[in-house]
Protein backbone atom coordinates (compact mmCIF):
# COMPACT_ATOMS: atom_id res chain seq x y z
CA UNK A 1 0.00 0.00 0.00
CA UNK A 2 1.14 3.56 -1.09
CA UNK A 3 1.96 5.87 2.02
CA UNK A 4 2.07 9.51 1.86
CA UNK A 5 4.26 11.70 3.48
CA UNK A 6 3.64 15.50 3.96
CA UNK A 7 6.28 17.38 5.36
CA UNK A 8 6.49 19.37 7.36
CA UNK A 9 3.33 18.94 9.48
CA UNK A 10 3.67 23.03 10.28
CA UNK A 11 5.01 25.58 7.97
CA UNK A 12 4.94 29.41 9.54
CA UNK A 13 5.49 31.43 7.12
CA UNK A 14 4.94 35.75 7.19
CA UNK A 15 2.65 37.19 4.25
CA UNK A 16 4.59 37.98 0.70
CA UNK A 17 7.13 35.44 1.71
CA UNK A 18 7.08 32.13 -0.28
CA UNK A 19 6.27 28.64 0.82
CA UNK A 20 7.55 25.52 -0.06
CA UNK A 21 5.42 22.11 0.70
CA UNK A 22 6.44 19.03 0.10
CA UNK A 23 5.04 15.13 -0.42
CA UNK A 24 6.71 12.23 -0.49
CA UNK A 25 5.17 8.87 -2.15
CA UNK A 26 6.36 5.62 -1.02
CA UNK A 27 6.58 4.19 -4.48
CA UNK A 28 6.11 5.85 -7.66
CA UNK A 29 2.12 7.49 -8.70
CA UNK A 30 3.64 9.01 -11.75
CA UNK A 31 1.90 12.39 -12.04
CA UNK A 32 -1.24 11.43 -10.56
CA UNK A 33 -0.92 13.83 -7.60
CA UNK A 34 -3.21 16.82 -6.53
CA UNK A 35 -3.01 19.63 -4.03
CA UNK A 36 -5.89 20.50 -2.05
CA UNK A 37 -6.14 23.42 0.36
CA UNK A 38 -8.73 23.72 3.26
CA UNK A 39 -9.27 26.22 5.64
CA UNK A 40 -11.49 25.65 8.68
CA UNK A 41 -15.19 24.96 8.59
CA UNK A 42 -14.69 23.98 4.95
CA UNK A 43 -14.70 21.42 2.07
CA UNK A 44 -11.40 21.31 0.70
CA UNK A 45 -10.74 23.28 -2.56
CA UNK A 46 -9.13 21.29 -5.27
CA UNK A 47 -5.82 23.34 -6.44
CA UNK A 48 -3.39 21.23 -8.55
CA UNK A 49 -3.73 18.07 -10.59
CA UNK A 50 -1.57 15.93 -12.68
CA UNK A 51 1.14 17.28 -9.99
CA UNK A 52 1.36 20.62 -12.04
CA UNK A 53 -1.80 21.62 -13.46
CA UNK A 54 -3.95 24.30 -11.79
CA UNK A 55 -7.44 24.16 -11.11
CA UNK A 56 -9.90 26.39 -12.58
CA UNK A 57 -9.85 29.61 -11.09
CA UNK A 58 -6.75 28.75 -8.79
CA UNK A 59 -4.32 32.02 -8.70
CA UNK A 60 -0.97 31.51 -10.48
CA UNK A 61 0.84 32.10 -7.41
CA UNK A 62 0.26 28.17 -6.35
CA UNK A 63 2.26 25.85 -8.69
CA UNK A 64 3.21 22.20 -8.41
CA UNK A 65 5.88 20.15 -9.35
CA UNK A 66 7.78 16.68 -9.20
CA UNK A 67 6.82 13.16 -10.52
CA UNK A 68 7.24 9.72 -9.43
CA UNK A 69 7.64 9.87 -5.79
CA UNK A 70 8.45 13.44 -4.74
CA UNK A 71 6.10 16.49 -5.07
CA UNK A 72 6.08 19.90 -4.20
CA UNK A 73 3.84 22.59 -3.74
CA UNK A 74 4.91 26.31 -3.74
CA UNK A 75 3.10 29.41 -3.27
CA UNK A 76 4.82 32.34 -4.50
CA UNK A 77 3.63 35.28 -2.04
CA UNK A 78 1.64 34.05 0.82
CA UNK A 79 -1.59 36.15 0.76
CA UNK A 80 -3.98 36.44 4.38
CA UNK A 81 -6.11 34.02 2.57
CA UNK A 82 -3.93 31.67 1.69
CA UNK A 83 -3.28 30.66 5.38
CA UNK A 84 -4.94 26.94 5.73
CA UNK A 85 -4.09 23.20 5.49
CA UNK A 86 -2.60 21.63 1.99
CA UNK A 87 -3.15 18.05 1.54
CA UNK A 88 -1.75 16.40 -1.79
CA UNK A 89 -3.21 12.96 -2.89
CA UNK A 90 -2.25 10.38 -5.39
CA UNK A 91 -4.86 8.56 -7.70
CA UNK A 92 -2.62 6.65 -9.30
CA UNK A 93 -3.98 3.66 -7.37
CA UNK A 94 -6.71 3.56 -4.67
CA UNK A 95 -6.73 7.22 -3.77
CA UNK A 96 -4.65 8.51 -0.70
CA UNK A 97 -4.58 11.44 1.17
CA UNK A 98 -1.02 13.03 2.90
CA UNK A 99 -1.52 14.21 6.36
CA UNK A 100 -1.79 17.88 5.83
CA UNK A 101 0.63 20.83 6.11
CA UNK A 102 -1.30 23.44 8.12
CA UNK A 103 1.00 27.15 6.99
CA UNK A 104 0.07 29.66 9.76
CA UNK A 105 1.41 32.92 9.96
CA UNK A 106 5.16 33.42 11.62
CA UNK B 1 -23.32 25.58 -11.46
CA UNK B 2 -22.16 22.28 -9.38
CA UNK B 3 -23.85 21.73 -6.28
CA UNK B 4 -23.37 18.77 -4.02
CA UNK B 5 -26.02 18.90 -1.13
CA UNK B 6 -25.63 16.00 1.28
CA UNK B 7 -28.00 14.97 4.26
CA UNK B 8 -29.06 11.90 6.33
CA UNK B 9 -26.19 12.73 9.30
CA UNK B 10 -26.56 12.68 12.71
CA UNK B 11 -25.83 10.97 16.35
CA UNK B 12 -26.12 6.96 16.28
CA UNK B 13 -25.37 4.65 18.20
CA UNK B 14 -22.61 2.04 17.57
CA UNK B 15 -23.43 -1.05 15.58
CA UNK B 16 -26.33 1.29 13.90
CA UNK B 17 -27.24 2.12 10.89
CA UNK B 18 -27.70 5.51 8.80
CA UNK B 19 -28.06 6.75 5.35
CA UNK B 20 -26.64 9.49 3.60
CA UNK B 21 -28.15 11.38 0.26
CA UNK B 22 -26.66 13.57 -1.24
CA UNK B 23 -28.75 15.75 -4.40
CA UNK B 24 -26.61 16.72 -7.13
CA UNK B 25 -27.33 19.95 -9.81
CA UNK B 26 -25.87 21.82 -12.12
CA UNK B 27 -24.58 18.60 -14.39
CA UNK B 28 -25.33 15.73 -16.25
CA UNK B 29 -25.59 13.99 -13.00
CA UNK B 30 -25.70 10.28 -15.00
CA UNK B 31 -22.76 10.72 -16.83
CA UNK B 32 -20.13 10.69 -13.95
CA UNK B 33 -19.13 8.57 -11.43
CA UNK B 34 -19.86 9.60 -7.63
CA UNK B 35 -17.40 9.54 -4.54
CA UNK B 36 -17.53 9.57 -1.08
CA UNK B 37 -14.58 11.17 1.15
CA UNK B 38 -14.56 11.35 4.78
CA UNK B 39 -12.71 13.41 7.58
CA UNK B 40 -12.33 12.45 11.11
CA UNK B 41 -12.43 16.13 12.81
CA UNK B 42 -9.38 17.90 12.84
CA UNK B 43 -7.97 14.60 11.33
CA UNK B 44 -6.76 13.82 7.75
CA UNK B 45 -9.10 12.46 4.34
CA UNK B 46 -10.06 9.35 3.54
CA UNK B 47 -11.86 7.90 0.39
CA UNK B 48 -14.49 5.63 1.04
CA UNK B 49 -15.82 4.56 -1.54
CA UNK B 50 -17.50 5.31 -5.23
CA UNK B 51 -19.66 4.05 -7.46
CA UNK B 52 -19.58 4.13 -11.67
CA UNK B 53 -21.48 6.60 -13.54
CA UNK B 54 -24.66 4.13 -14.43
CA UNK B 55 -24.05 2.44 -10.96
CA UNK B 56 -22.60 -1.00 -12.41
CA UNK B 57 -19.41 -0.93 -10.67
CA UNK B 58 -18.83 0.14 -6.67
CA UNK B 59 -15.80 0.32 -4.68
CA UNK B 60 -15.13 0.73 -1.23
CA UNK B 61 -12.27 1.41 1.24
CA UNK B 62 -11.03 -1.99 3.30
CA UNK B 63 -12.16 0.06 6.41
CA UNK B 64 -15.74 0.16 5.06
CA UNK B 65 -15.94 -2.96 3.04
CA UNK B 66 -19.43 -5.41 4.08
CA UNK B 67 -20.73 -2.49 5.71
CA UNK B 68 -21.44 0.69 3.61
CA UNK B 69 -23.19 -0.03 0.44
CA UNK B 70 -23.02 3.06 -2.09
CA UNK B 71 -25.82 3.12 -4.73
CA UNK B 72 -27.35 6.04 -6.97
CA UNK B 73 -30.61 6.96 -8.51
CA UNK B 74 -30.24 8.99 -11.89
CA UNK B 75 -34.04 9.58 -12.18
CA UNK B 76 -33.31 11.33 -8.79
CA UNK B 77 -29.74 12.87 -9.16
CA UNK B 78 -29.22 11.27 -6.20
CA UNK B 79 -26.36 9.31 -4.04
CA UNK B 80 -26.88 7.58 -1.17
CA UNK B 81 -24.33 5.97 1.39
CA UNK B 82 -26.02 3.42 3.52
CA UNK B 83 -24.00 3.00 6.29
CA UNK B 84 -24.56 -0.42 8.69
CA UNK B 85 -22.61 -1.63 11.59
CA UNK B 86 -21.16 1.55 12.85
CA UNK B 87 -18.56 1.95 14.71
CA UNK B 88 -16.48 5.05 16.61
CA UNK B 89 -13.74 5.08 13.73
CA UNK B 90 -16.63 5.86 11.31
CA UNK B 91 -17.15 8.93 13.19
CA UNK B 92 -16.32 12.17 10.40
CA UNK B 93 -17.76 14.66 8.23
CA UNK B 94 -18.66 12.62 5.02
CA UNK B 95 -18.02 14.66 1.33
CA UNK B 96 -19.62 13.35 -1.70
CA UNK B 97 -17.22 14.55 -4.57
CA UNK B 98 -16.69 14.27 -8.08
CA UNK B 99 -14.58 14.51 -10.41
CA UNK B 100 -15.27 16.31 -13.75
CA UNK B 101 -12.49 15.21 -15.37
CA UNK B 102 -13.70 11.67 -14.80
CA UNK B 103 -10.21 10.78 -12.72
CA UNK B 104 -9.74 10.44 -9.02
CA UNK B 105 -9.33 14.18 -8.13
CA UNK B 106 -11.93 16.03 -6.80
CA UNK B 107 -13.29 19.37 -8.44
CA UNK B 108 -16.44 19.47 -6.10
CA UNK B 109 -17.18 18.48 -2.94
CA UNK B 110 -20.16 18.65 -1.23
CA UNK B 111 -20.47 20.52 2.52
CA UNK B 112 -20.70 17.48 4.41
CA UNK B 113 -22.64 15.82 6.76
CA UNK B 114 -21.01 14.90 10.15
CA UNK B 115 -21.90 11.58 11.35
CA UNK B 116 -21.42 10.86 15.24
CA UNK B 117 -21.25 7.25 16.69
CA UNK B 118 -21.59 7.72 20.05
CA UNK B 119 -23.37 6.10 23.06
Known amino acids: EIVMTQSPATLSVSPGERATLSCRAS??????LAWYQQKPGQAPRLLIY???TRATGIPARFSGSGSGAEFTLTISSLQSEDFAVYYC????????FGQGTKVEVK | EVQLVESGGGLVQPGGSLRLSCSAS????????MHWVRQVSGKGLEYVSA????????YYADSVKGRFTISRDNSKNTLYLQMSSLRAEDMAVYYC????????????WGQGTLVTVSS
Open chain 1, 27 to 32: QSVSSN
Open chain 1, 89 to 96: QQYNDWPL
Open chain 1, 50 to 52: GAS
Open chain 2, 51 to 58: ISSNGGST
Open chain 2, 97 to 108: VISAGGSYYFDY
Open chain 2, 26 to 33: GFTFSSYA
